[in-house]
């Protein structure tokens, strides 16, 4: 199974067991470039959402103009009326310091509580691939209502580098 595949194993039965044939407003995803933009896309195919925001913090791997190159973990501007995010963060490019040093740098709550502004559904349904080394943290100590925390390592084969990686998957369902 490749990457894409074994990801969709986990991810999308999660997602549609807490929004599935609902109307969706606003979903936050990673990957600005023709693969990540379109992967995301097909992800999503199935869901009735308004729009897909793409962020992308390398400038050589945006490819289109609505890409925001930004940090989805760090916004500048935090986008509201957010049901689904799906932060896809890694490789050895994205922090050139310490894990717990970009730990320090973003706000989950500031990111959840913009989300479920004027969020219909009042679920925000959250889910970070750990790609840069970082502990669980969706599940830690905030000041939310959440439910549904689940941390599992997706495995798959990469035909182009010919090897087999892991990656952990965590996902958590904030709500009002």
Partial sequence: MNRFESVNEVYLPYVEKYLGGKPLQNILVCGGNEGGVNAEIDRHKHLNYNKMFHF??????????????????????????????YADVGGSWYWKGKPSDYRNNFDIEK???NGLKNNKLKTLVFLFFNGINQEPFLNDNLNLKSKDFFSE??????KWNKDNFTQRLDGIVFYE
Avoid: F, Q
């Fill in 153 to 158: 390592n997706i495995s798959w084969y990469d």
């Fill in 56 to 85: 992308e913090v390398v400038e050589e791997s945006i490819d289109y103009d609505e890409v925001i190159k930004d940090d989805i973990l760090c916004p500048e501007v935090t986008i509201e009326s957010v049901n689904l995010i």
């Fill in 111 to 113: 990111i959840v509580r």
